[in-house]
């Protein structure tokens, strides 16, 4: 959602939204029964132009790719707590349900988001600036594969070792954001938002799902909230590198 809104022209925002209600309805409209009816017709269609201001509010700012590229970690925080706030308003207003009724589940519902928005816009930007200067790419994929291959082997040892403790996964968990610390320092930005995108999946596939209203997994929820934060400080490391 956010990365068509700033990245497709204004005319084209209609459809976006649209298209973002049609989707949210497929989802909401079989949960009328459990909840309210009212909240499972509208809501679809309140919560994209809710969220879609704050991202208005950016883009204005934000003339090209490089300024989102350079800003986005900043960006990216302030969106996500509107988004998980949004929600929250337009579930308090129809009645809908209360799984984010506190600042606690705000802030988790937030970092989710902000994990999003980099996951999915920062392989947006890196085909936009493919042929910018600034971002030389002199044997990045070669460290790219080999951070996805040490990921890999981390991620079995979390998935498939048995009888590993909550300490011991968490701290295989932490260790997966030791590529992105090294591509950033190898390849600047570039390097930065590779590793994040391919950190941010390995951690995601890490998690239990069990289909549960407010299932929450803490371990990994550590681990993503200590991603958000580097993600944040060294995609800005990244750029001043490159930059320099």
Known sequence: RIATLFFLPYRRWPYLLLGDAAALLILRIPMAEDYNATWAYLSPLL???TISVSVLAF???LKSSKDIAKWLPLVALPISVWGSTSNMMVNAILSGPSSVDSIEKIINVAIGYHLGILVVTLPILLWKLKNSLLFPQ????????????????MYLAVAYVQDMSTAARLSVLILMIVPVIALTLMHGWRGSATGIILVNIAIAQTMTYTGLPEAHDATVFVAQLVLATVATAFLLMGWAISDH
Request: aromatic share 4%.
């Open 47 to 49: 919560l994209a132009p």
């Open 138 to 153: 002199k044997n990045l994929l070669r460290d790219a594969v080999a951070a996805a291959t040490a990921l890999a082997f």
């Open 59 to 61: 883009r204005r700012r």
